[in-house]
């Protein structure tokens, strides 16, 4: 039986929306409304791993738990592994879950679905992706595509390559890739330790790091893209959502 940990990494230095973080969604910073979503799916405690004391002190007046990390990581996973390291030496948590930190209204539902390939004990690491129905979107290379062969009916299926390209090629279903994780703690432990390789290089994707060192990403089928926050136009997206959302539980 799986002891998840939820971790959500968090930085204030966002190119395209600076202060992302603590920007106000609703009735509380952004970081604080994905804590809550982390929260709700009810799998494991959930931490806030985060480079500034402005992030720690959000998530705290909320009633989370905050870990300090270093500003200068270079990736979230490197973030999320110092955190977890902090947190939690024993080892007592054997699956880390994380869950970006610039979704604010993603289903708790689709969080819980992240665990689901790891029922398969061979799964390194876990992920999501959601069918894609629009043209544009299989073509630009801004929304990541997943190859993976979904039997008729099935949730779940081995991912064999991650690319801003419409993979596979000829007629069928496209998969838009939601960066979701779910690793195993070895796992997680082995991937921070890789070298970056020249397909990640290539495509601009941390994923396929794992992949070529012959790790096994396993993906779960959700309905939907959760939305996400990267630019202004985004946050009052987001502000409408939000606001419909609560005018809907009224």
């Known amino acids: 039986m799986s002891h998840p940990l939820l971790v959500i990494p968090a930085r204030m230095a966002s190119i395209r929306l600076p202060g992302k973080p ?19 799916a009810k799998l494991g405690p959930v931490i806030v791993a985060c480079a500034e004391p402005e992030i720690a002190a959000a998530i705290r ?19 999320i592994f110092e955190a977890v390291s902090i947190f939690d030496p024993e080892g007592r948590h054997d699956v880390i879950v994380n869950v970006q930190g610039d979704l604010p209204l993603i289903d708790p539902k689709a969080i819980q679905a992240s665990l689901l390939p790891l029922a398969e004990p061979s799964v390194d690491i876990a992920t999501l992706a959601a069918p894609i129905h629009d043209a544009a979107e299989r073509q630009s290379p801004n929304v990541v595509k997943i190859a993976a062969g979904f ?7 081995r991912a064999l390559y991650f690319s801003r390209e419409a993979v596979p090629h000829g007629a069928g279903s496209h998969y838009h890739h939601i960066g979701l994780y779910a690793y195993r703690r070895e796992a997680l432990a082995r991937f921070v330790k890789l070298a970056p390789s020249v397909l990640e290089k290539r495509e601009s994707l941390e994923q396929l790091r794992a992949l070529d060192a012959g790790m096994r990403i396993d993906v779960a089928l959700v309905d939907s893209v959760p939305f ?23």
């Open 61 to 79: 007046s909320a009633g989370g738990e905050a870990m300090m990390t270093k500003p200068d990581h270079p990736s979230g996973s490197d973030r």
């Open 22 to 40: 603590l920007a106000m969604i609703g009735d509380a910073p952004m970081i604080v409304q994905v804590w809550r979503r982390a929260m709700e």
């Open 151 to 157: 039997a008729p009916g099935a949730q779940i299926a």
């Open 228 to 250: 996400g926050v990267d630019t202004p136009d985004d946050l009052a997206r987001a502000r409408d959502l939000m606001a419909a959302r609560f005018q809907t539980k009224s």
